[in-house]
Nanobody, 123 residues
Framework: QVQLVESGGGLVQAGGSLRLSCAAS????????MGWFRQAPGKEREFVATITWGGGSTGYADFVKGRFTISRDNAKNTVYLAMDSLKPEDTAVYYC????????????????WGKGTLVTVSS
């Protein structure tokens, strides 16, 4: 069982930056691929970024490439999402996700979800 708790969301102006954190419980954290998804009002939840068990490989949705960076610290059981050059269209609830697959890029690959943290980008 893995529990995920996100933090770091908030209100930021367009062009600004935020860093989200996801604290995970459980001693097997390093066995899970981790990811971030987001869901904007009235839209479906979508993939944002993923990182492999050891942190050696990452993957990103096209709309965040070059602006967002995912990382993990297995010693702290924490995954991060650094978000730069934020745009109003990045406004959404951001969810941390964990799964047994090497990378988490689809909803079906997710075994555990956090409750989400709201990011609001003003224009």
């Amino acid at each position: 069982q893995v529990q995920l708790v996100e933090s770091g969301g908030g209100l930021v102006q367009a062009g600004g930056s935020l860093r989200l954190s996801c604290a995970a419980s459980g001693r097997t954290f390093s066995s899970y691929g981790m990811g971030w998804f987001r869901q904007a009002p009235g839209k479906e939840r979508e993939f944002v970024a993923t990182i492999t068990w050891g942190g050696g490989s990452t993957g990103y949705a096209d709309f965040v490439k070059g602006r967002f960076t995912i990382s993990r610290d297995n010693a702290k059981n924490t995954v991060y999402l650094a978000m730069d050059s934020l745009k109003p269209e990045d406004t959404a609830v951001y969810y941390c996700a964990a799964g047994r697959t090497i990378m988490i890029t689809t909803l079906g690959a997710v075994e555990y979800w956090g409750k989400g943290t709201l990011v609001t980008v003003s224009s």
